[in-house]
Each structure stands twice: as C-alpha cells, then as structure tokens.
C-alpha cells in the first residue's frame, strides 16, 4: 500500500469518528431549512406541508442551541452560561418519534446526564430533562398536561411542534419572557386542536415571523444546488412532487401539501377522483367478500345513517362494494333505524341466501350524539346494539355478533385526524382502478361522493361518514397490499 493512499485511509477514518461524534456536524440543510436556522426573529413560526422536513430542522436547531455551536446564528454562540429550552408536543405518543430523531443528532458522549433511553418509550413521561457538559438543558413537555404545567419556568428558548392552543402560547410566551428567551412554533396547520385563528392574526401583525414554503423544487434542494433523495435514492424531483399532491385530496391538498392556513373550497372533496362512470355499477359478488356496516349519527337533526359494503381481501388492495345505504328520518326513534339497517342487511343475498347480522365482520357506529339542548332522543351505538338484539330476539344471556363497535377508538385508531386520514385513504381507493364501486341503487349516497366538501355543518358528510366507518378496519390498517409470498423455484 503506497504512503498516499494510506494517508487517505487514515483521513477518512478519521472522519468517520468525527461523524460517529458529531452527527450534527454533517448535516445537510434546504434552502428554506437554512432560512429557518439563520433567522433571528423571537417568535418564529415554520409553516409547511407533512413532510417538508420542518420537525427535523426544528430538532437540530435546539441540539444547535444547546451546544452552543450553530452554524447560522453566531449571537447564540456567543451567549455565556448555560440555557434552559423546552420542547413541547401534543401528547407524550407524539414526542417519542421526536425523541428518536433529536437523539440520532446528538453524539454517544455529548450529553452528562440523561434518563435512561428505551427504543418504544424513548426518554419516558415524567417530563425528561437532557443535560449538556456546561449545564444547558432541554426539557420535554407535553400540551395534554394543560397550560399550569407550563408555570414557574423561565426559559431561552421554546419549540413548539404541531398546532397549539392559545392558552398554551400564552403561558409559554410568559417562560421566555424573563431571559429574553424566543419560541419557534413548527406545523402543517391540520388536526389543529381549536381554531388557528390567534396565529393567523398575530403573522399578519408582524409578530410572530410566518416562514412559509410551499412543495416545490426549492422545498427539496439543499443549498449546495443538489436535489435531496429520499432513503430508497428516489429523487424529490417534479415528477416525484407531482405524485405527493395528487396523492392527496384536493379539498386538504393546500395544507397537506404546502401548509396552507385554509382548506380549498371544491364542488367536492372528490371531484378529481370519483366520477358515476368509473365508479357507480351493478356487480355480482362471488362470494369471497366479507361485509360490514358503518352508522353515522347526526347532530343536532337527531337521525342517523347506515352503509353496507361487501370487502374482497384478496385482490392487492381491499376491494370495496357498496351495497346499499339508509338514511332515517329526523327524529327516528331507535327501534325504527334498527328495523330499517336489519332490513337492509337481509334484503341482500349471496349465493341466493339472504344476509344476515351474523354475515357481517364487522359493524362500526359512531361516537354517541345526544341532538344538542332540548332533545331527549340520543343516538348511540349502546341504544342502537339494544334495539337489534330486541329484533333479532336474542335471550338475555346472548350477546350481539358482532357487536357494534365505537370508531375513532380502540388500538391503532386516533380521534385527532381521524376524519383527514379516512377521506384520504377513500381518496387514494378511488384512484385505483376497481378498488371502490358503488350500486346504483345508492342514489343519496353516489350524490353525497359528489357533493361532499367536508365540516361539521356538511349535510353531505353523513353518508360518507358512514362509508367511512365501513371501512374504518381497512382504513386503520392504511393501504395495505396483499402481496404474494416469493416462490423459490429449482
């Protein structure tokens, strides 16, 4: 081996070390990431769409902080004594992927003390505190612990990820206050747990700096001019862009995608997707299919509706059929909306024998709804279990089967997005070639698809609530593909 090329040998392990130690050293920056880490604004708010890499960014800046070696923001190298910083997330779930990035960013020896670190909980719940060699800290805080858990510290410096409550600026605003700290607020404005409102009109007051980047080239082009590649080397090109939005529906696309402020308003949150010709047919199932039944309640009209769809699980993504669709009237009593969905369910038939409850896999009704002030007549899934266990005369000792489960609840389902993560999924069904077809004796529920534009107040958004809630065990499964096992062959 000649002198040189054993030199360079040495000098590339060396470096290697230097990465192993100082991670953050090495790390690459966007253009608008690198705006962000060079801005020097006390209330700062990083605004774009899920994926444009602002956790990541938002991360480093603390770790940059805490280090006292940022590359953007020589005021905060020459600062003298330790800083106390925080990052607050929505719920302790949330911070745990957190966690795992901002450590990935530290070297093994950087910190002097830290608790104990397990891969599925990271750092734990009880508030940790990760300590630096000159006594700088960073704490980790969550907004379920309510804005008094946020009293009686004072701080340099906040992060803040996700949308927040106002209550919760308020109070953090007041740790900074005393050090003449600042708070940097990353998020893609959706899933908000209140109205955004405050923000919107303190940027446009000029004090918080709104820094917005839409999905475009420059979102994914580091400042040396290279386009960033995704883990498998797909390239962040237009082509590739062009994919991300379209994945996405385009009543949510401009926050999705750009971290819009506003929802766009569209004749319908399906109109690029669903169209009668593609998708409304008559069919004949083969047998294969399994079934389920979705229920909505609506509030505060006190009424409520129901779709039967048929699921075939061995195609490539889950096929869905819908049967049919109910829609009770205003005021029905409980009794009545369980003689209908029953009816409804018997009036199909497979393999020339009727359906029955016992077909089904799975039934999903909504959280309970009790028709607003002055109404006595509540819709839930308990009164509505009870009224078809009495139709289908089951004793005393036997339970409903299968029974009629709470959506937006239970393992692998989360409330916060529930509605955004559905339509989605519905969304991308619709894209694929045979994934969704719709009997044409679902009138109300083909004009709903074609209508529908999303929010509380939607008189169309039943239904699909209900188509939803059909899915709902698909949905949270995400779109899975049922691949075939490789086949060695000799």
């Known amino acids: 081996m000649s002198a040189s090329l054993a030199g360079l040998l040495r000098a590339l392990g060396t470096l290697r070390d230097h990465a192993d130690q100082h991670p953050l050293d090495y790390a690459r920056w966007t253009e608008p990431q690198a705006e962000y880490l060079a801005d020097t604004s006390r209330r700062k708010l990083l605004r774009l769409g899920n994926g444009g890499g602002k956790s990541r960014v938002c991360l480093a800046d603390v770790a940059y902080r805490a280090r006292k070696r940022h590359p953007f923001r020589p005021d905060i190298n020459r600062r003298v004594g330790p800083t106390k910083q925080w990052v607050v997330t929505v719920s302790w779930k949330q911070a745990v992927p957190l966690m795992q990035q901002f450590r990935a960013m530290l070297g093994p020896d950087e910190l002097r003390t830290a608790p104990n670190w397990d891969d599925s909980r990271g750092w734990g719940k009880d508030s940790p505190t990760l300590v630096w060699p000159d006594g700088s800290t960073v704490g980790w805080r969550t907004m379920r612990q309510g804005p008094l858990a946020h009293a009686g510290a004072e701080l340099d410096h906040v992060l803040i990820d996700e949308p927040c409550l106002l209550e919760h600026f308020r109070e953090l605003e007041r740790r900074v206050f005393r050090r003449n700290g600042e708070i940097s607020h990353g998020m893609t404005p959706i899933n908000a747990p209140g109205d955004l409102q405050w923000e919107r009109d303190m940027c446009s007051d000029g004090i918080i700096r709104d820094l917005n980047y839409p999905m475009d080239q420059r979102l994914f082009r580091y400042t040396d001019g290279e386009i960033r590649r995704l883990w498998d080397g797909t390239l962040c090109d237009d082509a590739w862009i062009a994919e991300q939005i379209k994945a996405v529906p385009l009543q949510y696309r401009e926050i999705v995608v750009n971290g819009g402020w506003d929802e766009i308003v569209t004749d319908g949150a399906f109109s690029e997707t669903f169209s009668r010709s593609k998708h409304v047919h008559d069919f004949k199932l083969d047998g294969r299919e399994v079934f389920s039944l979705g229920v909505d309640y609506e509030s505060p ?119 955004y993560r559905g339509v989605s999924w519905l969304h991308k069904a619709l894209l694929r070639d045979g994934q969704v077809t719709i009997h044409p004796r679902c009138v109300s529920l083909i004009e709903a698809m074609e209508k529908f534009r999303g929010g509380s107040t939607d008189p169309h958004g039943h239904l699909v609530d209900s188509l939803r809630y059909a899915c709902d065990y698909w949905i949270n499964r995400g779109q899975t593909r049922n691949v075939a096992p490789a086949t060695l062959r000799f």
């Open 301 to 419: 009209a006190s009424t409520e509706t129901a779709v039967l769809v048929a699921v075939d699980e061995s195609t490539e993504y889950p096929s869905i059929y819908v049967l049919d669709c109910y829609e009770a009237n205003k005021d029905s009593p409980a009794e009545q909306d369980a003689r209908n969905i029953l009816k409804m369910i018997t009036s199909q038939r497979v393999g020339g024998k009727p359906l029955a409850w016992s077909s089904l896999k799975r039934a999903t009704g909504d959280i309970a709804h009790y028709g607003g002030r002055g109404r006595i007549n509540k819709k839930s899934n308990i009164e509505l279990s009870y009224e078809i266990a009495r139709e289908l005369k089951l004793g005393k000792n036997q339970a409903l089967v299968p029974p009629l489960w709470t959506a937006k609840t239970g393992a692998g389902s989360n409330p916060r997005g529930s509605t």
